[in-house]
């Protein structure tokens, strides 16, 4: 298959993931009450996709930035014929991120406001001051320089550069949005250090096999990749099972926490994402056990099938995290 095409199906598979979760857990979109204007369906049902194609973006970006920084060898400080690519790649998924997170902007604007997309501009001194759309308009900024940064990358020193700016493009939004992190209060405080690192590791892991696949599938880089693997897998499931209890009101603990869970459709779709974190595992294990020996006599095809299907198991798990972030 080709790599458009691998990308395209990826995507597809996390927006219908993330449809089906976003009606499973009550974050749909719904049509505006009778007599009231709205920004209408189709365009709240933009803010979910844009978002998704946002993360995939971010995703691919942070990707190709860690191969350059770790997986690909330069010469003297000077980025050979592989990571150059991977560079220009990284420039193309950050400049995508960028125009999603504009389209992500405009809608969610309109959507908040409840207004027609025709009547937006009318309205600009109140969308500038709602925190949503603040904390995508830093993202614009951030991602648009980090694909000029990107495109002209040739040095080691650069690219380096470029990962710091990474990390800030991906974390610039989650500490200015609505979420952003409350000094005053120590759960709040928890909840937004918890899901920054959360989006790191998870945007090192999945970006981090989409790059092994892409540009390097030696011995040497697979093992590396592999350990950064555990890391990333250690801290989103501490993380993540944090930020879930704090969301489900887990000061209160006892059973009413665990009921959750099963009753609620925040409940229900976090439970859904552990479970596809539990196959993630499975498969990272299946990696070590099987794949890495077989890599090592020559066989690069086992890893690249378990690679492949971890992805869209990643692909998957993306989407549940979009609807997540959408459901009461």
């Known amino acids: ?66 191969a350059v920084v770790l997986f690909l060898p330069a010469t003297e400080g000077k980025l050979g014929g592989k990571a150059l690519r991977a560079c220009q790649d990284a420039a193309l998924a950050a400049g995508i991120w960028a125009v999603a997170s504009i389209g992500g902007l405009i809608a969610t604007a309109t959507v908040i406001l409840g207004v027609p997309l025709s009547h937006l501009a009318e309205h600009a001194d109140s969308a500038g001051r709602l925190s ?29 550069a470029a990962a710091v700016l990474t990390v800030a493009a991906l ?88 009921t959750q869970w099963v009753t609620s459709g925040y409940g229900v779709l ?5 479970l596809a974190f539990a196959v993630l595992v499975f498969i990272g294990w299946q990696h070590r056990r099987s794949s890495l020996p077989r890599l090592a006599t020559g066989d690069p095809a086992a890893f690249r099938q378990l690679a492949v299907l971890e992805l869209a198991v990643m692909a998957g798990t993306i989407g549940l995290a979009v609807a997540l972030s959408r459901t009461p």
């Open 1 to 66: 298959m080709r790599r458009p095409q691998a990308i395209g199906g990826l995507v597809a598979v996390g927006i219908v993931v993330m449809v089906a979760a976003l009606f499973a857990g009550g974050g749909a979109p719904q049509k505006p009450v009778s007599g009231l204007l709205g920004a209408g369906l189709g365009v709240s049902w933009a803010v979910p996709v844009l978002r998704i194609l946002a993360d995939a973006a971010a995703v691919a970006t942070g990707g190709a930035v860690v």
């Open 171 to 258: 974390i610039g939004p989650l500490l200015t949005g609505h979420g952003a992190i409350d000094r005053t209060n120590l759960w709040s405080v928890l909840a937004t250090v918890s899901l920054v690192v959360h989006v790191v590791a998870a945007t090192a892991w999945v970006g981090g096999l989409g790059a092994v696949l892409l540009y390097t599938r030696s011995r040497e880089s697979v093992e590396l990749f592999s350990r950064l693997a555990f890391v990333c897998a250690v801290t989103m499931g501490v993380t993540g099972l944090l930020t879930a209890e704090i969301h489900l009101d887990g000061r209160q603990g006892g059973w009413g926490l665990i």
């Open 132 to 160: 949503q759309v603040r904390a995508l308009a830093v993202a614009v900024v951030l991602t648009a320089v980090l694909a000029v940064v990107l495109s002209g990358t040739k040095t080691l020193r650069t690219a380096r």
């Open 270 to 274: 976090v439970l859904g994402k552990t």
